[in-house]
């Protein structure tokens, strides 16, 4: 993979210093492992909210963001931990507090932010429940990779 975007990188004629190139190759492969957890949560949120409707809960849309974040902060933390912020040789990380770390960093925007952002969105502003989540995942991904990257895995 890495190799890909190098090729990429030079069919572009684009020269970065080598430190510059290893941060965008991670942001590239965290913007990858991102959108398959983007599917992954948006998924998971609308059938949390699905199997919530029959029971008309005025607050389905929090217990879908939380279960939501739950599994795909697992899914995130493996493939982060195994493709993007590989540990370098020699390094030992310990799983445990990366993973902790990991669930802290997503808790931060994952569940504080975008719970706030889901009330403004649907309870002040009016936007569907269902498109919300989405526009939540604009201001997270962002944040999500710096507190990753320079905390969680620093890597």
């Known amino acids: 993979m890495d190799d890909l975007i190098i090729k990429i990188l030079g069919f572009f004629h684009i020269k970065l210093s080598e430190g510059r190139e290893t ?14 957890n ?13 199997m919530l409707s029959p029971f008309r809960i005025s607050w389905d849309y929090f ?15 493996f ?14 990380r310990n799983i445990w507090t990366a993973l902790l770390k990991t669930y802290f960093s997503y808790a931060v925007t994952g569940l504080v932010l975008a719970n706030i952002l889901s009330y403004l969105w649907i ?17 997270s991904v962002p944040v999500n990779f710096l507190l990753n990257k ?4 620093k890597a």
Do not use: C, H, M
């Open 38 to 50: 983007t599917f992954l949560s948006y998924a998971i949120n609308v059938a949390v909210l699905l």
């Open 63 to 77: 217990v879908a963001n939380i279960i939501a974040f739950i599994l795909s902060v697992a899914w995130s933390f």
């Open 150 to 153: 320079l905390w969680a895995f």
């Open 79 to 92: 493939w982060n931990n195994k493709y993007v912020f590989r540990s370098r040789e020699g390094e030992k």
């Open 23 to 36: 941060a965008l190759i991670q942001f590239i492969k965290f913007g990858i492992v991102g959108v398959s």
């Open 123 to 139: 309870d002040v502003i009016g936007i569907s429940k269902y498109i919300a989540p989405l526009l939540n995942l604009v201001i």
